[in-house]
């Protein structure tokens, strides 16, 4: 019984040892495994500094700056209206008259008053001369010859009145006719013919559509780079498109123009700048009152460091890239973000040049993970080629 006991122990000893070998031999695979894994394939660029082509795109409430609300100079009956609501008006185009009739007839009162003063002017002149030749001859005194003087001075003024009077009744006579101080197109008359006018009197409304000034706001940050820029370019490389909000991608609602004036103050309610475009608008395709979104193009960033936005991913410390370190395995890098250009986004610190950096879609990546370099399409040098 002793000897059969002891095979049996000897059996169960074999038994747990190989058991014990077994889950050593499983504990120990996935170790191995992870020290064996094979590179991950991955778009990799070395970086370098190069110049960068951005649009910025802003949103405004259309509106004619150069606008204008015709108003009566003169009180009167408003006679003629020489147009019709809607047309389009030429800048010196007569638009109404406001009874000419009865301010040509103080033109007239005003000239005649101006024909007695001057007559009146001779006759003072001439007892100037008579008196002082009798004051030579002792026949007058001192005194009736400057009261002489006196009197041609007076009509001399009255003369300078009445020439001042005649021109104010000219001035008048000539806003009896009101004409358009700008080209563009004319809204509903707010008078109708018949009525009197005074002065004041709101007449139409003229809307110049062609060629169309845009006003709208910059972000201060924006206006300063584009302010350096201009002490590098010229302002007529800088380009400008208008598209309406709701249809920017339709070509046939779209305007092409350039950036005429970057304003030098700064809005402090919003820390925005004005600037202002101007936009060839035929046949009045786009109205004041709209919404629409101004583009302006060929803005640049210099010697600037980019990767692909989808290169950049969340970390723990923030924004954050791939590159390549001398064992070509993945190591994080946290960056500080600049503007968005297209496809690239700006890094403004984090990265130097000469770094190779994990440019397609790093999911999947890790820290640590080898990496296979693939040849890529380098969109950063693309991108600069474009500009």
Known sequence: MK????????????????LLSACGDDTAQPADGARSLPPVEAEVVTLSRQDIALDKTYSSLLRSDNEVTLVARVTGTLETRQFEQGDQI?????????EPEQYQAHVQEREADLQSAKAELARAGRDAVRYESLLKRNSVSRQQYDQALAEQQVARARVAQAEAALASARIDLNYT????????RAGLSRVNLGNLVREGTELVTITPLDP???????????????RNQLQLDDINRIHASLAL????????????GSLDFLDVRVDQRTS????SATFANPNAKVLPGQFVRVSIEGLKRYNVIAVPEIAVTQGLMGPQV?????DSKARARTVKLGEVA???????????????VITGDPAGIKPGTPIKPRAAVDAVEQEGDSA
């Open 3 to 18: 000897t059969s006991l002891s095979k049996g122990r000897v059996l169960i000893l074999a038994l747990m040892t190989l």
């Open 90 to 98: 030429s800048k010196g185009q007569v638009l109404y008259t406001i």
């Open 177 to 184: 006719q009101v004409t358009a101080p700008v080209s563009g």
């Open 212 to 226: 169309l000034e845009v006003r709208f706001q910059m972000p201060l940050k924006d206006a300063l780079e584009l």
């Open 245 to 256: 909000g709701e249809t920017a991608d339709d070509t046939a609602t779209r305007l092409q």
């Open 272 to 275: 925005t700048v004005q600037a």
């Open 322 to 326: 791939f590159v390549i370190d001398a």
């Open 342 to 356: 297209g496809e690239l986004q700006i890094i403004l610190d984090g990265l130097e040049p000469g770094e190779s």
